[in-house]
């Protein structure tokens, strides 16, 4: 039996931030397939294993649990393989940085394609997609993390907080490789960070399979469309 | 000295989830004014007592530590003040339900007023919020709370998720009264859960205060003269 079932589209996005951490930790999991995550999200909330809107939703099958919303997977995951400081300021800074990444997804999509992006719009958003990545840096540098070394909150080991991190910006740089100089830019030491964790074994594994499975897909649908072409503008 | 200083518009909304919480530990807490809210979102991330985006922000004066994103703040207040169980299911639960409810807040502004609503949007909508009130119906009643009893994750006492619920559908359905009638529908137990919190003493006393500060104010803006006007026609 696998330790896990991880319902989420077939694309990186807020589903890596999850596949992320379970690669860390060496768990094992499976997912399922598009059909399967329409019908599951379709049902009543009453026949869902967790009430939810919409996927990520991961099932720790040992424990009979299942958790849906990306900052609660990673909340649980985080408890139970001890990535998280235990003290309630550290805590709560792992949950202001997820929250961040979080917010960060649905700028960058316009709240999941809830309208497209237009030259005119993405210009006005550049300023402020460098803000987000200067709030990132800056907490780095507040707990003595430079481009070469050392982890988002202080910590001698990566946990949530720079698992997180990675899965946003290495991920979305990656994908959108004309935001790389962006972000060497505005947020250099979380450059350097997201290489860190990139080039740990597990990462790199789940990122070779990823990208054999996903190819190029960010986002996905027409949103990640709109955005390629405003960034290839 | 007060414990806590707040920094919020001078509305309920996100900042409701907040002062709820201060209210019912017995905290005491100042708050700035517009000009001073707007004045420290505009410095950059490195002046700034937490790096972020927009408030709320909190600041905590005896511990000088300040943190930004409402999960965040609910999620160290619930750690400092015993208001959430303490193993990783519970805890995660607590954080799906507030992430669940800052969805619910995007939502019904349009992702803070990207978009406004109209007669046509807003009946699309509607369904997809009566399906948020029966997530939480049916979180509360798989442990075992009823319309006149009970907390939503079956603890004693009302915790984060407790005071986080009712300031989302209590706050929205009082302050657009017209919703409440959806509520009593799709959530039943979790309208009679809003009522027993807000009939606390500490929260009765909140709402009274918040009530002669703000008046009918519920998210402001453009975005809640919409909201208005579809709930109106």
Redesign the interface.
Known sequence: MTDYTLYYWPIAFRGQFVRSVLAHVGATWDETDFNAIRALKSK???E?P????GPPVLTDHA?A?S???????L??LG??HGLMEDD??S???T??IV??A??VL?EIT??NG??MWTGESWRDFVP?LE??M??????G?RHGMTAEAGYLLGTDKPGIADLATCSLWGTMTEKLPSLRPLLEKAAPAIAGLCDRIAALPEQAELRARSDAEYGELYCAGQIEASLRKVLSA
């Open positions: 009543s909330p009453a869902q967790v009430p939810h809107m424990a649990l958790f849906s919303q990306m900052p609660a997977i909340h649980y408890k139970k309630p300021a805590e709560a800074m949950v202001k929250a961040d979080n917010d649905y316009l709240y809830a309208q402020r803000r987000w200067a709030m990132f840096e800056e907490t540098r």
